[in-house]
């Protein structure tokens, strides 16, 4: 809550004013005390005793940059006269009354309105009234009372410019003072470390260093040589809060220039080169003077006896010689040369030739000056042998790199992956070991070529690629099997010890010494022998004559090819040999074999697979006849008099007056009993259609008017079947007293029998009798 906020910002401010009294001024945390601590004031740092207007406190301290959503609690006035009974009233004058600070007449509590900032003002003075709230009389005297805005830590050190300029003479001692950089910061000096700034530099080592305390820039390395290097940019950051991590911090930039010393004598003018100038180039050029003209005053120039590293010749045009290069520089090795040049005359007249010399002498020098080179590897290329099957992370070969510049910066190593795209290989990036990813086949690939990359640390531009050859030697992993697919056969007139194939082997391991293969085959075969011939082949032979297609048309020979190398590898291959019909010059004729006619007798084993197939069969043919029997319907009557013939019925009112289920003649006159959906109990009823209810009969109509009706409708329905729908019923039930109508099982022929009983059946039956009666030949006549 807000309350409990202000509270514990009034104890805060307790503790921290506790923390910064004297040792002397400590006082024991009582009521009476409270106070007194509060009233202490800031000019003369002594404890002011409670005034005898005793009803406030003469000071508050309120935390600058509050960001409450509410008014910020400063602090309370309270009066003795002040009963709680609502007749005191508070009135707060003076700075930022009524604007910054409110004060709730009632209560006497003071609320800051708005953020205070203590870097704008730190001290507010205001004075305080208590009134009677009927009459507005001073109950008691005005009092003055300050409100100190306490710091926080919201400004940054700032320095005075953003850029500072200095100079220093070259090759001054370490620690020479260079300039002093001062930071300021706006927030209380004696409270905290909110501006207790810390110096540090953050660009410029290791040339310069800076004092931590009050920011003086000095010389931190010797021998600092203008000619080589003459402005340096040194960048300074001042912390507040000590340095400690949170603190706020500002920068500024110090450009510092070495001036010049009297460090270097006098010397002539030398020729510069590069070291990196390709071989013939130019370096410079030299010229000396003849005041003649024309051919007169051609010359030719030369290097007295000869130079290995630089060479001069003469430019015809403008008659200039022309330094070049012989043979590559190197700034590491030698950096300055120096030799003798001589220049004379082309054309010679004899008149002045004596006493005078038409040549003359000068001593070049030539400065070699540094570039920064790329790594150089100890050799190029790289050959590096590797056993196959080793297992991944072992180790091939080591490559080395080095700066061949004076600084001698580190390299690091890595592998052109565009040259090892299944990745087999990895590098150590510092020591240029080269390990195995995967392991290596020499079946697969003999030779690995892969691209080596050294790169400067300090300068990723400068590299240089090596090839590293890597050979994967051989070991003996293959085992040696047949050099190709044979087709052999054997005649069945041949002779014992005939020979019928020669075979050979292949291995793809490639021993040092060449490979030699040992043939053999089971010492058991009696149909074959296998003979070495030493030359890495072996030839099949027969060891029996008599093969016959009827005993068998085929033999598979397993033969066992081994190497010599180590470890042993061996290997079976089989050898598939026909038996073929030949003719008397051993020529093959016919492979196939022939249609064998039915022996005299069947084996035992034969007898028994013919009896298991027809056990088979005839558990199919019962199986097959019982399902048969189950499918079969159950009769729809089971009765002794059931003799039935294929009657079809429609228009049908029943079988009597006893048999209810039959038909109900009442559901034609009343549709809505069809919602029971009755079948009959003495059949089994097929429904080839669902049940399609009708609309109801009104007013009963007559049946015949009802079954027109649903003629038309079934007519045309387009989903009603294309058939009549028939009812098929085989007797007219049981206990009828007309007994049954049917004419089977009837003793008398048609013509024999009366019917005129059929008339006293009633209403009912009165159509049927006239039917029947009509057609008595009594009555005929």
């Not at 009034?10 to 923390?19: A, D």
């Not at 003649?665 to 003495?682: C, F, H, S």
Request: hydrophobic residues 35%.
């Amino acid at each position: 809550s807000n309350e409990f906020h202000c509270i514990t910002n009034q104890i805060l401010l307790l503790l921290l004013m506790l923390s910064v009294l004297p040792s002397s001024a400590a006082l024991p945390l009582s009521p009476g005390n409270i106070g007194n601590l509060f009233g202490t004031s800031e000019s003369d740092g002594k404890i002011l005793q409670r005034s005898k207007r005793g009803w406030m406190w003469n000071q508050f301290f309120l935390l600058e940059e509050y960001t409450g959503n509410d008014h910020q609690y400063v602090g309370k006035l309270h009066s003795n006269m002040d009963k709680n009974d609502g007749n005191v009233k508070y009135v707060l004058t003076g700075d930022g009354a009524g604007t910054l600070f409110l004060i709730d007449e009632k209560s006497g509590d003071i609320h800051a309105t708005k953020r205070l900032d203590r870097e704008e003002k730190a001290m507010y003075t205001l004075h305080a009234k208590v009134l009677d709230r009927n009459t507005n009389a001073e109950l008691e005297p005005d009092t003055e009372f300050n409100i100190k805005i306490h710091d926080i830590n919201d400004n940054a050190p700032k320095f005075a410019k953003e850029i500072y300029f200095a100079s220093v003479p070259e090759m001054s001692e370490v620690g020479t003072s260079v300039v002093t950089v001062t930071a300021t910061d706006a927030d209380d000096q004696t409270y905290g470390n909110s501006a207790k700034l810390v110096y540090s530099i953050l660009q410029g080592q290791p040339y310069f260093s800076v004092d931590s305390e009050n920011g003086t820039i000095k010389t931190a390395l010797p021998g600092m040589d203008r000619e080589l290097k003459e402005n340096y940019q040194v960048v300074i950051q001042a912390k507040d809060m000590a340095g400690q991590m949170g603190g706020l911090s500002g920068t500024t930039t110090v450009s510092i220039t070495l001036s010049d010393v009297n460090d270097s004598p006098p010397r002539f003018a030398n020729l510069t080169a590069v070291e990196s100038t390709d071989i013939g180039g130019a370096i410079g050029r030299i010229k000396a003077d003849d005041p003649d003209v024309g051919h007169n005053a051609e010359m030719e120039y030369s290097i007295v006896g000869g130079h290995d590293i630089f060479n001069i010749i003469t430019d015809q045009t403008t008659q200039e010689g022309v330094i070049i290069i012989k043979k590559a520089l190197d700034y590491e090795s030698k950096r300055d040369y120096e030799f003798r040049v001589e220049v004379k005359n082309t054309y010679l007249d004899a008149r002045f030739i004596h006493g005078l010399q038409f040549k003359d002498y000068a001593t070049v020098k030539v400065t070699v000056e540094d570039v920064d080179e790329p790594p150089v590897f100890t050799r190029n290329p790289y050959i590096i042998e590797v056993h196959e099957d080793t297992a991944a992370g072992s180790f091939v070969g080591v490559v080395s790199a080095r700066d061949p510049d004076a600084d001698n910066k580190p390299v690091k190593y890595s592998i052109d992956r565009h040259t090892d795209l299944e990745r087999l290989f990895n590098i150590d990036s510092v020591n240029g070991t080269i390990t195995t990813l995967k392991a290596l086949d020499r079946e697969m690939s003999k030779w690995h070529n892969i691209s080596v990359v050294a790169t400067e640390i300090n300068n990723p531009r400068q590299t240089t690629r090596v090839p590293v050859f890597i050979k994967v030697l051989d070991v003996n992993d293959n085992a040696p099997e047949f050099a190709m697919s044979y087709d052999t056969f054997v005649c069945e007139n041949v002779k014992a010890g005939q020979l019928i194939q020669t075979i050979s082997a292949v291995d793809t391991d490639e021993p040092l010494v060449g490979h030699k293969f040992v043939f053999s085959i089971s010492a058991t075969n009696p149909n074959f022998t296998i003979v070495d011939r030493e030359d890495n082949t072996a030839n099949i032979l027969t060891r029996r004559g008599g093969f016959s297609r009827r005993e068998m048309s085929m033999y598979f020979l397993p033969v066992v090819i081994s190497d010599n190398d180590y470890p042993i590898q061996s290997s079976t291959s089989t050898l598939i040999v026909r038996v073929c019909a030949c003719d008397s010059r051993g020529n093959m004729q016919s492979c196939n074999p022939e249609v064998l006619p039915f022996s005299d007798g069947l084996t035992t084993g034969a007898l028994v697979a013919i009896l298991l197939c027809v056990i088979i069969l005839l558990m199919i043919v019962v199986l097959f006849a019982a399902l048969r029997r189950q499918r079969k319907k159950e009769p729809l009557i089971i009765s002794k008099e059931d003799v039935r013939d294929n009657v079809v019925s429609y228009n049908d009112e029943g079988g009597g007056e006893e048999d209810t289920q039959a038909f109900d003649i009442g559901t034609l006159r009343n549709p809505e009993v069809m919602d029971a959906n009755k079948l009959r109990r003495d059949i089994i009823p097929e429904m080839l259609f669902p049940f399609r209810r009708t609309s109801p009969i009104k007013d009963n109509t007559d049946v015949r008017d009802f079954i027109n009706g649903r003629l038309q409708e079934n007519d045309s329905d387009p989903t009603a079947p294309p058939y009549d729908s028939l009812a098929t019923y085989a007797y007219e039930g049981s206990g009828s007293l007309a007994e049954s109508l049917s004419s089977l099982e009837s003793a008398a022929t048609e013509g024999d029998q009366d019917y005129d009983y059929l008339s006293n059946w009633g209403p009912q039956f009165k159509k049927l009798a006239e039917m029947y009666i009509g057609k008595s030949p009594d009555r005929e006549t």
